[in-house]
């Protein structure tokens, strides 16, 4: 896909999509640029809350709705680890949960920091939840990533003291249907601004995850043949932010189908306690590998154990090489680091993820850029009744 022209792409209704999954790593760069130039503006404005509640913990409330939401599960297992824990509380709540049940998921008198990710900034729900939170949280503070400088939530948030803007870069407002670069450049910059790991570290692995995503693209005959098999289920599975990441993979399949191919996602270690009877024959298993040495056995042993039962299709570990390989099917990422964190190894993932469910709506012969046929999904949602709350 990536080595046609713009007319080919153009013929098959892909040139968008497979363009911006393409562009990906030029954008990660252009987004730890945005990030160390405002470093010092976000720097401030996270110490100020710190200073004034230095003996509470502060919710970071990640959220956002369908792939924005998918950003805060992947980012939270590993901020739970290398986070400011002492003073933050990291969770990731979607605006959707937000607004149906604004008080299962808001407390009035807790200090809350409302991470706002937004592809369009225009979503109804996302619009919500921001009066919601206002509404209701005393003591309120947001961060806004959003992709869209004319959206209605990077305009509200420019001229608001306590709501730090952090727009992404231009070409990250994915204009395809599914949201690629946006996905991948706020779950970027929010890891760098909530990492406590040193600025040389964060550099470095920003540059190993750009060499991965280019290797990844430019190995795309490789995930061309795990296309070209014979299945109508598709499974991913990972471990701790990996896990996160596993909703966004499976929900790019579903979206550039139309559905015409089944998805489940699960944890590596859940996967045993039920949803595992939705392999069979036609099902390809893809595990995210994680680097973590502990946690990265027990997805190994998921993708061993499913190889043993010799009922599926193919059984693929998707990651870098480690100490510990699966013995089966390998997408080994050679520019990796075994050392990279789970977090930043999402990104390249991802690409393989988006890449593959970009060839998936070729075989079903649909049309990437626009894949809903019918209309009853669409780029930015529609249709949603906000109702008056008291």
């Given at each position: 896909?990536?080595?046609?022209?713009?007319?080919?792409?153009?013929?098959?209704?892909?040139?968008?999509?497979?363009?911006?999954?393409?562009?990906?790593?030029?954008?990660?760069?252009?987004?730890?640029?945005?990030?160390?130039?405002?470093?010092?503006?976000?720097?401030?404005?996270?110490?100020?809350?710190?200073?004034?509640?230095?003996?509470?913990?502060?919710?970071?409330i990640f959220t956002g709705a369908g792939t924005s939401a998918y950003v805060g599960d992947t980012l939270?297992?590993?901020?739970?680890?290398?986070?400011?824990?002492?003073?933050?509380?990291?969770?990731?709540?979607?605006?959707?949960?937000?607004?149906?049940?604004?008080?299962?998921?808001?407390?009035?008198?807790?200090?809350?920091?409302?991470?706002?990710?937004?592809?369009?900034?225009?979503?109804?729900?996302?619009?919500?939840?921001?009066?919601?939170?206002?509404?209701?949280?005393?003591?309120?503070?947001?961060?806004?990533?959003?992709?869209?400088?004319?959206?209605?939530?990077?305009?509200?948030?420019?001229?608001?003291?306590?709501?730090?803007?952090?727009?992404?870069?231009?070409?990250?407002?994915?204009?395809g249907f599914a949201m690629t670069g946006s996905f991948s450049c706020m779950t970027l910059t929010a890891?760098?601004?909530?990492?406590?790991?040193?600025?040389?570290?964060?550099?470095?692995?920003?540059?190993?995850?750009?060499?991965?995503?280019?290797?990844?693209?430019?190995?795309?005959?490789?995930?061309?043949?795990?296309?070209?098999?014979?299945?109508?289920?598709?499974?991913?599975?990972?471990?701790?932010?990996?896990?996160?990441?596993?909703?966004?993979?499976?929900?790019?399949?579903?979206?550039?189908?139309?559905?015409?191919?089944?998805?489940?996602?699960?944890?590596?270690?859940?996967?045993?306690?039920?949803?595992?009877?939705?392999?069979?024959?036609?099902?390809?298993?893809?595990?995210?590998?994680?680097?973590?040495?502990?946690?990265?056995?027990y997805d190994v042993d998921i993708l061993e154990e499913i190889k043993g039962d010799d009922i599926c299709?193919?059984?693929?570990?998707?990651?870098?090489?480690?100490?510990?390989?699966?013995?089966?099917?390998?997408?080994?990422?050679?520019?990796?680091?075994?050392?990279?964190?789970?977090?930043?190894?999402?990104?390249?993932?991802?690409?393989?993820?988006?890449?593959?469910?970009?060839?998936?709506?070729?075989?079903?012969?649909?049309?990437?850029?626009?894949?809903?046929?019918?209309?009853?999904?669409?780029?930015?949602?529609?249709?949603?009744?906000?109702?008056?709350?008291?």
């Amino acid at each position: 896909m990536f080595t046609k022209t713009d007319e080919e792409l153009e013929e098959m209704g892909a040139k968008i999509t497979t363009r911006e999954i393409q562009q990906q790593p030029d954008l990660w760069q252009e987004a730890f640029k945005n990030y160390t130039d405002k470093k010092s503006e976000i720097d401030n404005f996270i110490d100020k809350i710190i200073s004034t509640y230095p003996t509470q913990k502060i919710r970071v409330i990640f959220t956002g709705a369908g792939t924005s939401a998918y950003v805060g599960d992947t980012l939270r297992p590993y901020l739970n680890r290398v986070g400011d824990t002492a003073h933050f509380v990291f969770e990731s709540i979607p605006t959707t949960d937000i607004v149906s049940a604004p008080l299962d998921n808001l407390r009035s008198d807790d200090p809350t920091i409302l991470v706002l990710f937004a592809r369009s900034g225009n979503s109804p729900e996302s619009v919500a939840t921001v009066d919601l939170a206002e509404k209701i949280v005393k003591n309120l503070f947001q961060i806004t990533i959003t992709c869209a400088p004319e959206g209605h939530l990077a305009k509200k948030a420019e001229n608001e003291d306590a709501n730090l803007l952090l727009l992404q870069p231009a070409l990250s407002n994915d204009k395809g249907f599914a949201m690629t670069g946006s996905f991948s450049c706020m779950t970027l910059t929010a890891a760098l601004i909530f990492d406590t790991n040193d600025e040389d570290k964060k550099s470095d692995w920003v540059k190993t995850m750009i060499k991965m995503g280019q290797e990844v693209i430019s190995r795309e005959d490789e995930i061309q043949a795990y296309a070209d098999l014979d299945y109508n289920r598709i499974t991913y599975l990972g471990s701790g932010s990996l896990s996160g990441l596993t909703r966004e993979a499976q929900l790019k399949v579903l979206e550039l189908t139309a559905g015409e191919l089944t998805t489940i996602f699960d944890s590596s270690m859940g996967f045993r306690h039920g949803p595992k009877s939705y392999v069979n024959t036609r099902t390809i298993v893809f595990d995210f590998l994680n680097n973590d040495k502990y946690t990265r056995q027990y997805d190994v042993d998921i993708l061993e154990e499913i190889k043993g039962d010799d009922i599926c299709e193919e059984v693929v570990g998707v990651g870098t090489s480690g100490d510990n390989n699966f013995s089966g099917s390998n997408f080994l990422i050679e520019s990796g680091d075994k050392d990279l964190p789970e977090l930043y190894q999402a990104l390249p993932d991802v690409i393989f993820a988006q890449t593959f469910a970009l060839m998936n709506s070729i075989k079903v012969k649909n049309t990437p850029d626009t894949p809903s046929a019918s209309g009853t999904v669409n780029r930015v949602v529609k249709g949603v009744t906000i109702h008056d709350y008291e």
